[in-house]
């Protein structure tokens, strides 16, 4: 079907209209030529103002988080069920094994830079990923923690660099970055929201291990359409091998390209004893970050000025970002467990509750990606600090309802299923203001050289988020008698004004209420404590929005 487009509002309307609600469908729109020249675009290679290779790269990372997630919704479930880990060694398997899939980034994004390149990496990483959830099938404790390791390596092959070819496809100040992104991004999160409903619903059916299978099938395709991307070099010249005397580059008789998949081979065992000792993981985090430091603050010496204070505000956003995953990365350890355990579910199993997150970011990402393309084209969109401040409300919000659910306990400490939902509604909403537009301008803030390091960076957020994740999902496990941490002083006044329980009427009741106690209890009080920073953050944005120079 064809438009005839006169009016030039109408135009941008109906453009954006196709460019966010019908992504894969193909060039059947053809707008003005004023509006093409406006955006950069060139009919003959965008599908609805976007570049046809977001197209592929929206579904290779839809099945591969479809793996990815699918696994997670199962994790803690399957080492407390049927493994009879603790919760305390469930939760510190679960931290060790997240934390460590966003740090290997960082090295999968150097060596992409300077070796690689982004396809050979994503392909390599893609593989590993797949194997690691096929192996999880096979009942033996080598193959469970070495099935961990290889989508930790396998992780940090693929994930950066993913995403930095999104940036690739954007030249530098395009307005279409942000919804672009946010399009992406809704790509992860189909994929998020439909594997946990079938993984766990096969495992429920089957058993454990079917469920871990189709994760592995669902990499599997995702490898697929990214290779039938290349077959048609959609992705034009972006992610080639960046100097190929430097691949071919032999040392010992073998080249350095080889050489990486056998160092990548050669470490599964390395980071699978990691994940097993996770007691010793809090070394793997002084390391990182002295690597970090020292790799950043040379970079910060090699670059001018102006690149200087923009990777100063990466860095800001990447620490912002590190709260905002300490405190969300709950969903899937202690809310999981919450879900199970002290929440009236009705119509999902507690595993299917790590849907919900992903659901709703795809009922939002559309309205979200038009919001900030109308904001943009008045000049009303908040800058980029802002929208960090507001996601860190939210998310704190969202947390809050979680704890407000002790207002309506049961006589068997189950809590309605209503604020489950709320409570994630809110947090995606945060979710919405932050994660997507910090991938966004990480790729604008970020020396060009260095832009696939940097895009490790960002995500090694994430490794510090969960490792702390891990500490705040043990304050939900306390002996027996105790209440915890938030049931004292100051603490314990805010976990009562937002959840309407008291120490002393919840130490009257048996065990199981103790147990809900120190849920709501922790998730009111980091709510509370999330909301605030956020607040901080929205008063104190001007001086960092100056450094970001041209960058909204």
Not at 231 to 251: A, E, M, Q, T, W
Not at 359 to 384: D, E, H, Q, V
Request: charged share 10%; proline share 3%; aromatic share 16%.
């Amino acid at each position: 079907m064809f438009f005839s487009v006169t009016n030039t509002h109408n135009c941008y309307f109906l453009s954006q209209f196709a460019t966010t609600i019908l992504p894969d469908v193909s060039d059947t729109y053809i707008a003005p030529k004023q509006y093409l020249m406006e955006q950069n675009i060139t009919k003959g290679d965008d599908i609805f103002g976007h570049p046809k290779g977001l197209l592929y790269l929206f579904f290779a990372e839809l099945w591969e988080r479809f793996s990815f997630y699918g696994m997670r919704a199962l994790l803690v479930l399957y080492m407390t069920k049927y493994l009879l880990y603790s919760d305390q060694m469930a939760f510190g398997v679960y931290a060790a094994y997240m934390s460590l899939v966003y740090v290997t980034p960082m090295i999968g994004g150097m060596i992409a830079d300077k070796i690689l390149g982004f396809r050979k990496a994503i392909m390599l990483g893609g593989v590993l990923m797949a194997l690691g959830h096929f192996f999880l099938t096979f009942e033996h404790p080598i193959f469970f923690y070495g099935s961990l390791s290889l989508i930790i390596i396998g992780n940090g092959f693929f994930k950066p660099n993913i995403s930095s070819f999104v940036g690739k496809l954007y030249k530098e100040g395009d307005t279409r970055r942000d919804s672009g992104f946010t399009i992406f991004y809704m790509g992860i999160n189909i994929g998020g929201a439909v594997a946990p409903l079938l993984c766990a619903w096969l495992a429920e059916l089957y058993g454990w291990h079917f469920g871990f299978v189709l994760a592995g099938i669902g990499m599997l395709l995702g490898l697929l359409v990214f290779k039938g991307g290349l077959n048609k070099n959609v992705f034009d010249n972006h992610g080639l091998v960046p100097d190929d005397s430097v691949y071919n580059r032999k040392i010992m008789g073998i080249t350095q390209g080889n050489l990486i998949v056998y160092g990548a081979i050669i470490s599964i065992p390395v980071f699978a004893c990691i994940v097993y000792f996770h007691e010793i993981e809090h070394y793997i985090v002084w390391v990182v970050t002295l690597f970090l430091t020292g790799y950043i603050v040379y970079i910060l010496k090699n670059v001018g000025s102006s690149e200087r204070k923009k990777l100063m505000v990466a860095i800001y956003f990447t620490i912002l970002y590190t709260l905002f995953s300490a405190i969300f990365e709950q969903a899937g350890s202690s809310l999981t467990l919450f879900a199970d355990r002290n929440v009236n579910l009705v119509g999902m199993n507690a595993a299917q509750t790590n849907s919900i997150n992903s659901g709703f970011i795809i009922l939002l990402a559309i309205p979200f990606s038009m919001l900030w393309t109308s904001l943009n084209r008045i000049n009303k969109s908040p800058n980029s600090v802002i929208k960090f401040g507001l996601g860190l409300i939210f998310l704190g919000g969202g947390f809050a309802i979680f704890g407000m659910a002790g207002h309506y306990v049961d006589e068997l400490a189950k809590t309605p299923m209503l604020f489950l939902i709320t409570g994630y509604l809110v947090l995606t909403i945060g979710e919405l203001f932050l994660s997507p537009i910090g991938l966004s301008k990480i790729t604008e803030l970020s020396p060009m050289k260095y832009l696939a390091f940097i895009m490790g960076v960002w995500f090694s957020a994430n490794f510090y988020g969960h490792y702390f994740a891990g500490k705040i999902a043990k304050l939900t496990s306390v002996p027996d008698g105790d209440l915890g941490l938030f049931s004292r002083g100051i603490l314990g006044d805010i976990t009562e004004f937002v959840t309407g329980l008291s120490v002393s009427e919840i130490q009257l009741k048996e065990a199981v209420f103790h147990q809900l106690y120190t849920y709501v209890s922790v998730y009111s009080g980091f709510g509370v404590l999330t909301i605030t920073i956020g607040l901080l953050v929205v008063v104190l944005s001007s001086p960092i929005k100056k450094m970001m120079g041209n960058v909204n």
